[in-house]
């Protein structure tokens, strides 16, 4: 699909997903290993040059953005946090919002020992089950007292009253 996009051949993510990249830096003689968590908003390109954007948003409320390319030899490694369900290709609308909204998206949850194939019953079991769940007739008794059955009114709500309170803007 052109919103789900595989690293080495090991890991598979797509848009919404939030990924932690782990990437090494050089400064001077130095190396070290760096990473970033956030939501993939975009994935762009085909083939060879596909690259994908994570957005996270940083002290003080700031959005920091960063395009990987797919085969770039700084990325060591990636690891999902937690997949995403969502309904766009590009979730370029998430720069537009502030604060906890801005990276607020539907979670895929998968219990575990969850199996994904459905088990069917032969057709024996079926006959077995159908013998096993038929009720016994009421047995008759004569000269037995009658018992009545009180049927207990439903009682009709209407709609509820909306009460609405006045408020006061203060400038």
Not at 7 to 36: L, M, P, Y
Not at 85 to 108: F, S
């Amino acid at each position: 699909m052109a919103n789900q996009i595989k690293w080495q051949d090991k890991i598979e993510f797509g848009v919404g997903d939030t990924i932690k990249v782990s990437q090494t830096i050089k400064e001077g003689d130095k190396t070290r290993t760096q990473a970033f968590q956030g939501i993939v908003i975009a994935i762009r390109g085909n083939g060879q040059g596909k690259s994908y954007i994570v957005r996270k948003i940083a002290v003080g409320g700031v959005g920091v953005e960063k395009i990987y390319p797919i085969n770039t030899p700084t990325v060591t490694g990636i690891e999902i946090v937690k997949k995403g369900k969502v309904r766009r290709a590009k979730l370029y609308y998430l720069r537009n919002l502030l604060g906890k909204k801005a990276t607020k998206i539907k979670d895929v949850f998968v219990r575990k020992g969850q199996s994904a194939s459905i088990e069917v019953p032969l057709d024996n079991s079926k006959t077995e089950m159908k013998e096993e769940n038929v009720r016994p007739e009421p047995i008759k008794v004569k000269n037995a007292p009658k018992v009545e059955v009180v049927k207990e009114k439903k009682v009709k709500k209407g709609p509820k009253k909306i009460v609405r309170k006045e408020r006061q803007f203060v400038r």
